[in-house]
Structures are given as structure tokens and as C-alpha cells.
């Protein structure tokens, strides 16, 4: 289980990922004040092993996680999914993953094929402003870990929108 601190875009800062012992697994720095949004994730000795970063030109939001420096995965809002939120983890080949379940609030899940991989949950943690992912054995930690981060980002990208409309 990885641990990461909801609403940390708002800041912009950095933090570290923690598993469920509190022992450092990753540092995330967010450089969200980027045009691209891009996020480096470091291991504990501060070497890259991932980013993610915003396309700038595409219809809906999508934004591409990079592991060891190869495309892994991209990461798109669904164009028409009524009542829920749902985003596609779009793989190279054919596995690729959905997330579905209460995005805004943290309390959903990650398919591959309509079965579950990974599971994400603020109901598990008692520490404020936090949230757990729980990842499936066999499954690629980082490409989960940046997942969540690009939907981190995407919804909070929506939030400013919105009040931006409203100040309009």
C-alpha cells in the first residue's frame, strides 16, 4: 500500500510517497507551475524513474506517464460517460485500464479487462488530507502511482477551470 497526500497540486510542492509503514518509497516533485504540469517521481536515492506531463493540444485532458524514460502509459479523460467521472489508462497493446468509481473523493478502483488491479481509499487512513493505493501484485507500481497523479492533476486542472468560469 503507497500513501500520498490528497490536494498537494494546490500547493505545487513536493512530498514523498510513503508505503504503509511510513518509510519513503518515492518523492514526487511537482513542478505544476510548468506549462505542461509535468511531475518527476524520484526513488528514495533521488534518481528519475518516472514523469508525467500535460499535452498541451488534445480534445479532452491526457496527459502521458514516462517509466525509465519509455512510454508507458497515457492517461485520457472519457469523452461521454454519464453521471460518473472515468478515465482510461491507455497501455501500449491491448491491456489497457479504467479508473471508475467516486474519482473527486478518492474512493475507486483500477481495471484491467473488469478486474480490479488496484484500489484507491481515504477510508483506510486516519491521517487528515491523505489517501492509500493499494496496487495488485504483478502489477507496475509507478504506472499506478502516476496514473492517480494524472488524475490528481486533471481534476484539479477542472477546479480552477471551473471557478475561472465562475469569476467570469
Known amino acids: 500500500m503507497y500513501v500520498i497526500r490528497e490536494r498537494f497540486f494546490s500547493i505545487g510542492d513536493d512530498f514523498d510517497v510513503m508505503d504503509e509503514h511510513g518509510t519513503k518509497v518515492f518523492h514526487v516533485d511537482g513542478k505544476v507551475l510548468s506549462v505542461r504540469d509535468k511531475v518527476v517521481i524520484e526513488d528514495p536515492s533521488g534518481q528519475e524513474v518516472a514523469t508525467l506531463h500535460r499535452h498541451l493540444v488534445s480534445l479532452r485532458p491526457t496527459y502521458e506517464i514516462r517509466i525509465g524514460g519509455e ?15 472515468k478515465f482510461t489508462i491507455d497501455v501500449p497493446g491491448p491491456d489497457d ?43 507496475e507500481p509507478l504506472l499506478i502511482i502516476g496514473a492517480v497523479l494524472a488524475l490528481d492533476l486533471a481534476l484539479e486542472r477542472d477546479k480552477k477551470k471551473d471557478e475561472k468560469d465562475e469569476d467570469d
Open 71 to 85: 512510454k508507458a502509459a497515457e492517461v485520457r479523460k472519457k469523452l461521454f460517460t454519464p453521471f460518473r467521472e
Open 97 to 139: 485500464l479504467e479508473m471508475k468509481g467516486d474519482l473527486l473523493d478518492h474512493e475507486y478502483v483500477i481495471e484491467r479487462g473488469g478486474e480490479e488491479v488496484a484500489s484507491v481509499s481515504k477510508k483506510w487512513l486516519t491521517i487528515r488530507d491523505t489517501y492509500a493505493v493499494q496496487v495488485a501484485a504483478g502489477v
